[in-house]
């Protein structure tokens, strides 16, 4: 696109700044972005939210980091003593750096990490970061997958075979039902709050599970104040309630789950053919027709095959006591029978029991997680538990269900080919938590640090980042500043000097998207969004130096002498393969900024389709909804998600009578944005939501400074009341430290005295034993009033 400098355009766009990835006008003038504003015709641009219509500020913000710089004094010596060098001087040392480190040591002791692609434009270039790690040869990837992604992805791959909700997305369009769970979307995606919004006007029913009464729990059919932490036994009885009223869809349960699946009492190993001599390792059911055992049939939804009772199976090595799994599961239901959950959740019996009917009655059901039931010490198990209550309605990939959406084809660039078995099984906390985020390749954070720090499972001494704060995002930011500033080698690669780029060797300056050119297949929210392939246009040139993170990678893997597998440093040849199996050509995007549109429909329960030996089904071992886990059983965790209380309990610790969580603001993505000043102005103290009840106990107003204390830390904050909350629970944000020069606000260091950095007081001692999930969102703590004064504070 010419940038005529006297000239006033419009462009279709979307902004990328997180994962609603708007559909925006953009308008552009004297080489200027003048505003971005909302594309009613995109599938996804009904609104833009305050941060997107900010843009302009974010792309001439005078805090910006505009040239590559290296650092010229000690890691953790407060001034870094930034030296600006050239990008070749930039990229050559880097490239020469990290080379040495895999030649000396191995590649798997160089860690990569991406910010978020939910909460950055990194959805943009994260894919060539992991083709980066993968040719370079490191299974180590840091993407905050155990406190973003473990529940919505991974944890019910191992009961549907499917990236259940995140990747088998609410149907919202003809959902009867709508379920967020621990997800705050007029918050963290716009596009689906203003498409739930659509769905409640034409009559679906709204159901939010949130401890707070924030965003669309204000206008749900049943608001469900759980008490942080405790989702799981929520999840239970809904579940108890609907098996118990026979609300749940036997004929799915019997045809496409291991409901009937008969669990030996001996061993609790499920059933198998050749435990009756006979051939196979099909499970085994039991037939109430025959009276006997039969081999369970995929698709097959015999009314014989038992889901109840006891049985004696005879086998050749004699008589072998059974239940079938559905059986077990609805025992460990029946223990959270709503009285029972009522007492763990604060949520009273009677609306559990509403719940259910509604579910029940208003189906098909779409539900949606994230960040509420993410960051929790027992996140595994909850997460199971909402995906087996999903399973009871038989809703899955049904129109208005959750749905694996149909997709534009494109080519997977990720380099997956690069790197062998052997070296994939060196992700560190694989030899801790074999079956959580390690086993796809993702480090958590916890274990970088060991990794870097004690040499762990051995010593990671190099960092690529590409965006992130480890020291502000995740728990523990003392341990993040040991490890950062223990390594041989950190390149940070970001639009500004955040905490963690502190600790960098060179760091180097990031072009927004504004400036910079994004291709994305699919806008995930619909069939008729997913159809959409747009590839965003720069709108200006980038300020500075600055260069787009797709480019920084393809310049680097050449200087790397890894140039063949990245098309020899040409970033367009690599976007066509991305899009060489959908058909559509990189000229003909270029020419239609706003897209084009690959018309697809939804195919339901896709399952049921006939594969090359029978019915699909799912992508587990048994082809089944693996209700009963026979890989969890063989790694020592609960077949079937029972309820286990938070680790960190105001039981456990007297003195912090508080249960402390946290949620997101929509002015600000994460750490970010809190120097923009049409932001900052909104919101420019550090908040902290507590009940007047709890405030009137410690004699603190609304308005006063407090100090948050856990037992791992403090934190300063001031208070904002909300009496939608329980008394005894208390809400922080993350994300404190930037200040912002124009409107006179304040920074905060990250770690340490004068902090406003929430995770600074969350430790990683008490972790979810499956994937290592941090309990961000259920911890305690006691807050103390400090005073009207904002308390001595430092500046940059
Ligand atoms: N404006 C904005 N948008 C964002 C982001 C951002 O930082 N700012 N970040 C992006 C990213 S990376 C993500 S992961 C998504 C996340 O998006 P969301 O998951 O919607 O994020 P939150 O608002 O933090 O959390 C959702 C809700 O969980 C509730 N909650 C807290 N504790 C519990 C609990 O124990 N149980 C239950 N059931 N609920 C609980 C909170 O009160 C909150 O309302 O948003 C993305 N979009
Ligand atoms: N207490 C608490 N902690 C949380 C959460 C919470 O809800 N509560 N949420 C967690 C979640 S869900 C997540 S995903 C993580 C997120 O953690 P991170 O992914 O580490 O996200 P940020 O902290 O926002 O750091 C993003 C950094 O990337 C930079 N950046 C932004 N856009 C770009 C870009 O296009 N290119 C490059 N190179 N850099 C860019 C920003 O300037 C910023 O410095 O935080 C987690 N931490
Ligand atoms: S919700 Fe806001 S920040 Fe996110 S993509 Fe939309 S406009 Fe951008
Ligand atoms: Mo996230």
């Excluded at 005078?62 to 030296?83: A, F, M, N, Q």
């Excluded at 950055?120 to 980066?132: E, P």
């Excluded at 496409?256 to 050749?274: I, K, M, Q, S, Y």
């Excluded at 072998?320 to 763990?344: G, K, Q």
Aim: one cysteine or more; aromatic letters at 6%.
């Amino acid at each position: 696109m010419a940038l005529d400098a006297s000239t006033r355009t419009t462009v279709a766009s979307y902004c990328a700044l997180c994962t609603s990835r708007c559909g925006a006008v953009a308008t552009v003038e004297g080489g200027r972005l003048k505003a971005l504003a909302p594309d009613p015709s995109h599938p996804t641009g009904k609104a833009l939210c305050l941060k997107g219509k900010m843009a302009p500020e974010m792309v001439y913000d005078p805090g910006r980091l505009l040239h590559p710089v290296r650092r010229t004094r000690p890691k953790g010596d407060p001034d870094p003593g930034w030296e600006r060098i050239t990008w070749d001087e930039a990229l050559d040392l880097v490239a020469a750096r990290l080379t040495a480190l895999a030649a000396a040591h191995g590649p798997e002791t160089v860690a990569f990490n991406t910010a978020s692609p939910s909460t950055s434009a990194l959805s943009d270039s994260r894919h060539w970061v992991v083709r980066l790690r993968r040719a370079f040869g490191s299974p180590n990837q840091s993407t905050s997958y155990e406190l973003c992604g473990w529940g919505r992805w991974m944890a019910n791959l191992y009961s549907f075979g499917a990236a259940l909700p995140a990747g088998v997305m609410p149907d919202l369009e003809r959902a009867g039902c709508i379920l967020l769970w621990g997800y705050n979307p007029t918050v963290s995606r716009i596009a689906h709050a203003t498409a739930t919004v659509a769905a409640v006007a034409r009559g679906a029913k709204l159901i939010a599970v949130d401890p707070r009464n924030a965003g669309l729990a204000r206008r749900a059919d049943e608001w469900l104040r759980v008490r942080p932490g405790t989702d799981g036994a929520l999840a239970l009885g809904l579940s108890h309630v609907m098996i118990r009223n026979g609300w749940h869809d036997a004929a799915f349960l019997r045809a496409w789950t291991n409901a009937p699946a008969l669990v030996r009492e001996d061993d609790g190993r499920l059933l198998r053919a050749a435990d009756l001599g006979l051939e196979g390792d099909a499970l085994v059911g039991w037939s109430t027709a025959l009276g006997a055992p039969t081999p369970l049939r995929l698709g097959e939804a015999d009314p014989a095959l038992a889901l109840t009772g006891r049985v004696e199976v005879p086998t050749p090595d004699g008589p072998v006591p059974c239940r079938p799994v559905f059986d077990l599961w609805s025992e460990i239901c029946a223990r959270h029978d709503p009285a029972t959950v009522e007492a763990l959740t604060d949520v009273p019996a009677d609306q559990i029991e509403r719940t259910a009917e509604l579910i029940h009655t208003s189906r098909p059901l779409a539900y949606m997680t994230w960040s509420g039931l993410e960051q929790q010490s027992n996140a595994t198990q909850s997460a199971l538990a909402i995906g087996l209550l999903y399973a009871l309605t038989g809703d899955y990939d049904a129109p208005g269900g959750n749905v694996e959406l149909p997709v534009v084809p494109q080519a997977d660039v990720q380099g997956g080919e690069f790197l062998s078995p052997e070296q994939r099984a060196k992700t560190v906390g694989r030899e801790t938590r074999p079956l959580g985020p390690a086993a796809f390749e993702e480090a958590n954070s916890a274990d970088i640090y060991r990794a870097i720090l004690e040499g762990e499972p051995y010593r990671i001494r190099g960092l690529v980042s590409f965006g992130s704060n480890l020291v502000m995002a995740h728990a523990d930011g003392d341990a993040a500043v040991k490890a950062l500033a223990a390594l041989d080698f950190h390149v940070h690669v970001d639009l500004r000097l955040n905490p963690a780029a502190a600790f960098a060797d060179v760091v180097l300056p990031a072009a927004t998207p504004f400036e910079t050119e994004g291709l994305k297949v699919g806008f995930e929210i619909s069939a008729e969004a997913n159809g959409l392939v747009q590839l965003r246009r720069p709108l200006v040139e980038p300020q500075g130096e600055a260069r787009a993170d797709a480019e920084i990678v393809f310049d680097l893997a050449r200087r790397m002498g890894l140039g063949e597998r990245f098309w020899d440093g040409d970033l367009d040849a690599g976007m066509r393969a991305i899009l060489a199996p959908s058909g559509i050509d990189l000229e003909t995007l270029r020419a239609r900024p706003e897209g084009v549109r690959v018309p697809l429909a939804h195919r339901p329960r896709k399952y049921a389709e006939a594969g090359p030996d029978g019915p699909r089904g799912f992508a587990t071992p048994s082809r089944r909804v693996e209700l009963y886990s026979q890989t969890l059983l063989d790694h020592g965790h609960d077949p079937l998600p029972d309820y286990q209380p938070p680790l960190v309990a105001p039981r456990h610790a007297p003195r912090y009578p508080l249960t402390l969580t946290c949620a997101k603001d929509t002015l600000y993505c994460e750490t970010q944005n809190r120097g923009v000043p049409g932001l900052r102005r909104r919101q420019p103290d550090p908040p902290v939501d507590l009940h007047p009840q709890a405030a009137a106990a410690r004699g603190i107003a609304e308005g006063d400074w407090v100090r948050i204390r856990t037992p791992h830390g403090a934190s300063q904050a001031r208070a904002r009341f909300d009496r939608t909350l329980a008394p005894d629970v208390v809400c922080g944000q993350h994300g404190w430290w930037e200040p912002c020069e124009e409107i006179g606000a304040p920074g905060y260091p990250a770690v340490g005295p004068g902090n406003a950095n929430f995770n600074a007081m969350i430790g990683h001692d008490a972790v979810d034993p499956l994937s290592g999930s941090v309990p961000l969102r259920a911890y305690v703590c006691e807050v103390e009033r400090i005073g009207p004064e904002t308390p001595p504070l430092i500046k940059r």
